[in-house]
């Protein structure tokens, strides 16, 4: 069978570029290296073929080694100025469609990914702005810090946008943005970019120039008629694959979130753990999550509370809305304000300390690996 090697090892020169380097290890269980295995390994390499002796502790790692790594994104300091530079500079048109600056993970090679599946960036709109139409196939949302006068609209339904406001976008759904105010408008865009260039799933289409309506409702066609607690519209029961609620209000889920610090505070269940309350938005029509490959929760913590470290399968992206604090991710420690972004690597250690009362959202990937029974959670200190 290894006749041919000495010919594939003279052959070597020719094939130099190939994309396949066979690294020969000196691991427990390897074979010693001679010069017979590493003509063969370099016969491999012509033939493009990996044996999987020499890969193992990569592709199948005692637990998951994540490619990103922890970082921070300051808001106050670094995001907002350069968005606010970039309104002056960068148009928004054609051009780029949108005027949105993505984190880079610095474990990622120079993608604008903020994880191997999840990309955040901040979107500013100058006064009286237009971001023309469009749809994508990836699902996406927008999550507001600061500010209002902005109305994202989607299939020609008008979605205000403020402070603490969470509006989900499904794949394949027209949308544009305008600014009717007179001041510039910074948010945070939450998409599955990444999972689906990886996955080759990816469409875009261009639309109109300017947004298909003007007006500037309160409330939105979706909002009217999905967004009460509790009720669904009799005309629509059947389960929708995402949220049709164009945005989910900051006066519910401050209430929400209040109410739940206040019951424990009576000494009744509703947070979940001591000092931590925390919801999460559900697609009405299933209760699931709000899009297929995205979850998104809110957190709010009592000052001096710290959390439980948690590690997860998957990873997350985490703003702080308001409040400062310290967070632990795997070996680096910060301290965080309003604004800030920062990363959670998949089963990298989170720990979270709430020096003032501490609000934060977060978007993860928790539902890819769900529906592919890939999830799992470790508490520390719990047994399993």
């Not at 020169?13 to 380097?21: E, G, L, Q, W």
């Not at 809305?321 to 795997?330: A, S």
């Amino acid at each position: 069978m290894l006749q041919n090697l000495g010919y594939h090892k003279a052959m070597t020169t020719h094939f130099a570029d190939s994309p396949v380097k066979v690294r020969a290890g000196s691991a427990p269980g390897q074979p010693d290296h001679t010069p017979e295995l590493d003509a063969l390994y370099r016969s491999f390499e012509h033939e493009l073929l990996v044996p999987l002796w020499t890969e193992i502790g990569e592709l199948m790692p005692t637990q998951p080694a994540a490619s990103a790594a922890p970082h921070v994104w300051r808001w106050r300091d670094g995001l907002l100025p350069l968005a606010q530079r970039a309104g002056e500079l960068v148009p928004v048109g054609r051009g780029g469609e949108r005027r949105a600056i993505a984190l880079a993970n610095p474990g990622l090679g120079g993608a604008p990914y903020a994880t191997p599946t999840l990309w955040a960036a901040i979107q500013y709109l100058e006064p009286r702005e237009t971001a023309p139409e469009h749809r994508h196939t990836q699902n996406a949302f927008r999550f507001v810090v600061e500010g209002e006068g902005v109305w994202t609209v989607v299939n020609g339904d008008p979605v205000a946008m403020r402070r603490g406001d969470f509006l989900p976008q499904a794949g394949w759904n027209w949308h544009g943005h305008h600014n009717v105010s007179d001041s510039p408008m910074a948010w945070l865009d939450g998409l599955d970019i990444p999972f689906q260039h990886y996955a080759n799933t990816g469409f875009f289409e261009p639309g109109p120039d300017e947004v298909t309506s003007t007006a500037i409702p309160a409330r939105s066609r979706s909002e009217r008629l999905w967004a009460h607690p509790g009720l669904l519209p009799a005309s629509q029961t059947e389960a929708q694959p995402s949220t049709p609620i164009g945005a989910y209000r900051w006066e519910y889920t401050d209430a929400a979130l209040r109410d739940q610090l206040g019951l424990e505070a009576e000494g009744y269940p509703g947070v979940i753990e001591p000092g931590h309350a925390a919801i999460r938005f559900v697609n009405p029509t299933t209760g699931g999550d709000v899009l297929p490959t995205i979850r998104a929760d809110f957190h709010r913590l009592r000052e001096g509370i710290q959390t439980a470290t948690r590690r997860e399968v998957g990873s997350a992206v985490w703003q702080v809305f308001e409040g400062r604090g310290t967070i632990t991710v795997g070996q680096r420690e910060w301290t965080v304000e309003r604004g800030d972004l920062f990363v959670v690597p998949s089963w990298v250690p989170l720990t979270i300390g709430a020096e003032t009362p501490l609000d934060l959202f977060r978007f993860c990937d928790t539902p890819i690996f769900e529906r592919l029974h890939l999830y799992r959670d470790h508490l520390e200190g719990a047994s399993g």
